[in-house]
């Protein structure tokens, strides 16, 4: 994920002739915002901005890394007031633009008016106490998400967890009960969240207004050079094509819940129970892969178990190494040491051995282990790093900077509450480029950095372009670089880095690889579709606050299949238990980015000169495939999307098929899988009128 609290991300389809819309009254300029030279050409102006955008940057983005690397009040109203400058100014420079409406200027300058008003996905009211109270309710809703935590009993059996823990669950349990406690859990975190959510939407839909647009909704749908009532039948096309394909998906998946779980495999209609499917929000079906797997005898790609031993080693090493230490601080408790190193490895010393031991030298001891511990997982951490930089550099791209190392969270603190979801973040526009995650060893997150590291490599990549073009041609842009990687990431490169012992061959493995892709990539369509369904909806008023979670489910049920396994009333607000959602980030992008990247995952492999399937390709250090794409990423958005992807793909337009053709193989097994099975699913009734597009 790209964090875009000033989104430079996205085109308008607007002319500066369309700038009128935002009406001929001038607001005054707010307080404590300059006024606009007198005199000023649109030239200047552009330029104005863009030094602005610069010198505002590092201040903007310090407060928000802070906000979610350390969530407490404190950091929550520095960001709250950071953001509230910036809003502020932005109010500003967008009123100063009205006076070059239908002036003529040099296309890049128009462009870069025509980017002012999409610079931020929360749009803020003019009114300086509505701005404040509008900074303040989203630092406060993604400070709620991150801090989130479900407890259960009472006194000393009380036992709190959060996220990753509540995942874990879903994602190794095959326990129906124990998965639905924890799916039912973390959705406790989110009712807190739905009366500042509603006034959300009422504060960023005045500032929407107040610049020109119906509603927040359609300011989102703003921003990929077409018209924003365009937006929806253009990803309901691209749903039309990949739609097929998903359903087979479903209908296997289905038929292997019921054949693990029974009758409570499935909800009425042939719905997919939610908490069944791996993930808090079903969006990528990978956990499920031990009753999915469709050739368990062809050879397993087990990622995670590889990731896992290579944790373990590098654990055992830091004990080794620690215990010879001469330096070591704790000389005169070695003995008390080696047992808690044994109790960390799985020997736990009885009652006696423990009393023999000087309880002050036993708790050192069990401190110096659990820092071994974290030192063990930071340097594993920075190695799957430093593996998904190799991919990068491997096409002739730069390296990191060494500051990415130093500054970026790789694993979740122990002393504070922070946001684990994953991010890349380009702090200052010049080079100062950071993840913030909570690695783990295994495969979602060894994946997501490859993902993470894409975004940081397009931000590098536009450094040179001034500001207001710095961003992906539009935000799914942002999102495919990554996972165009992700795709290269074949059995075979797996294979050439040794995370693998060798890549299985034959149909069936083919198969068993195609699959693992699908969970991932397959599974997600329909919900990159369905969350801006949703709020689209909420924006527009066609789904109203006393509607919200039967929308929300009703949306799930119509695109992913998918249904709770209990009721969930309008006492739940199931929405805000993604993070997204709190966090104000539009979702559209992810649908596009999914077909996005296999278009130039095909257009990479053509570079490189691959021949044979699809599927089959891995560009990795392939210097001419990298300097094509690297082209790509410089643009930034300093033109249309259309020209910048008939650059790298030679089509000015999104298409599913590259990604048809590389699921071709699976998409046959599965119809002859689910051949004589009655597949698809019914949708309860909507108890409201569907929400526009």
């Not at 983005?61 to 932005?90: G, K, M």
């Not at 990929?224 to 209908?251: F, I």
């Not at 500054?407 to 994953?422: L, N, T």
């Not at 643009?635 to 048809?660: E, F, I, N, V």
């Amino acid at each position: 994920m790209k964090p875009r609290h000033l989104v430079f991300a996205t085109a308008a389809c607007l002319s500066l002739a369309g700038l009128s819309g935002c009406g001929s009254d001038q607001p005054a300029t707010p307080d404590g915002v300059p006024p606009a030279p007198k005199g000023e050409t649109a030239e200047e102006f552009v330029e104005r901005i863009n030094t602005g955008l610069r010198a505002q940057s590092p201040e903007l983005n310090a407060a928000q890394w802070l906000s979610s690397t350390y969530i407490n009040d404190d950091s929550q109203r520095v960001a709250s007031r950071a953001n509230e400058r910036a809003l502020t100014q932005l109010n500003a420079w967008i009123t100063q633009s009205r006076r070059f409406e239908g002036k003529q200027m040099p296309p890049q300058t128009a462009r870069a008016i025509q980017l002012l008003r999409l610079m931020t996905a929360m749009p803020a009211p003019q009114d300086p106490q509505k701005l404040a109270e509008l900074t303040r309710i989203a630092t406060q809703m993604e400070g709620m998400y991150g801090a989130g935590t479900y407890c259960t009993g009472e006194g000393q059996a009380r036992s709190c967890r959060q996220l990753g823990a509540l995942e874990s669950v879903l994602a190794s349990s095959r326990d129906y009960d124990a998965q639905l406690d924890a799916w039912q859990g973390w959705h406790s975190i989110a009712p807190p969240m739905r009366e500042r959510y509603t006034r959300f939407v009422a504060l960023v839909n005045e500032g929407a207004q107040d610049m020109g647009f119906a509603d927040a909704g359609e300011l989102w749908r703003s921003g990929y050079d077409m018209a924003p009532g365009e937006v929806a039948a253009e990803t309901n096309r691209l749903w039309s094509q990949v739609k097929p394909l998903y359903e087979q998906l479903h209908c296997y998946a289905r038929g292997k819940l019921e054949a693990h779980y029974g009758m409570r495999g499935q909800v009425d209609g042939g719905l997919l129970p939610a908490h069944l499917l791996g993930n808090m929000w079903q969006q990528d079906w990978s956990n499920l892969w031990d009753l999915l797997q469709p050739y368990p005898e062809a050879g397993s790609l087990d990622i995670t178990g590889a990731l896992q031993a290579l944790d373990d080693a590098q654990y055992e090493k830091t004990l080794k190494t620690a215990a010879l230490a001469p330096e070591d601080p704790f000389e005169g408790a070695r003995d008390a040491a080696y047992t808690a190193q044994l109790q960390a490895l799985g020997h736990d010393p009885d009652d006696a051995e423990r009393t023999r031991l000087n309880r002050l030298a036993y708790d050192q001891a069990i401190a110096r282990v659990a820092d071994l511990r974290r030192a063990a997982a930071l340097a594993g951490a920075k190695a799957m790093a430093a593996r998904a930089q190799d991919f990068y550099t491997s096409l002739g791209m730069p390296s990191l900077p060494k500051s990415y190392w130093q500054k970026s969270q790789f694993i979740k603190p122990r002393d504070r509450e922070v946001v684990c979801h994953a991010s890349a973040w380009d702090m200052d526009m010049t080079g100062d480029v950071r993840t913030k995650m909570c690695i783990e060893p295994d495969e979602e997150s060894f994946t997501t950095l490859y993902h993470e590291l894409g975004h940081l490599y397009y931000d590098l990549a536009y450094n040179s372009q001034p500001p207001v073009f710095q961003g992906g041609a539009n935000d799914g842009f942002h999102e495919a670089i990554g996972d165009t990687i992700v795709l290269a990431m074949t059995p075979r490169y797996l294979a050439s880095i040794g995370l693998v012992k060798d890549a299985p061959t034959g149909e069936q493995a083919l198969v068993n690889a195609q699959m693992r892709m699908a969970l991932s990539k397959v599974a997600f369509l329909p919900f990159g579709l369905m969350i801006d369904r949703w709020r689209w909806g909420v924006f527009d008023g066609s789904i109203t606050p006393e509607h919200y979670n039967s929308a929300w489910w009703q949306l799930k049920a119509q695109y992913q299949g998918v249904a709770p396994a209990t009721p969930r009333g309008e006492e739940y607000f199931d929405a805000g238990a993604k993070y997204h959602v709190p966090g104000n980030t539009p979702y559209t992008r992810y649908f596009m980015a999914h077909i996005l990247q296999f278009q130039f995952y095909k257009a990479l492999c053509d570079a490189s000169g691959h021949t044979g399937p699809l599927n089959q390709c891995s560009f990795y250090g392939n210097k001419r495939a990298g300097q094509k794409f690297w082209a790509m990423l410089q643009k930034g958005s300093s033109q249309p999307w259309p020209d910048t992807l008939k650059g790298l793909t030679g089509s000015d337009r999104m298409d599913a098929a590259p990604m048809l053709e590389y699921f071709q193989p699976l998409d046959a097994w599965l119809k002859q899988q689910n051949e004589g099975k009655t597949c698809g699913w019914s949708a309860p009734a909507a108890s409201q009128r569907s929400p526009r597009p």
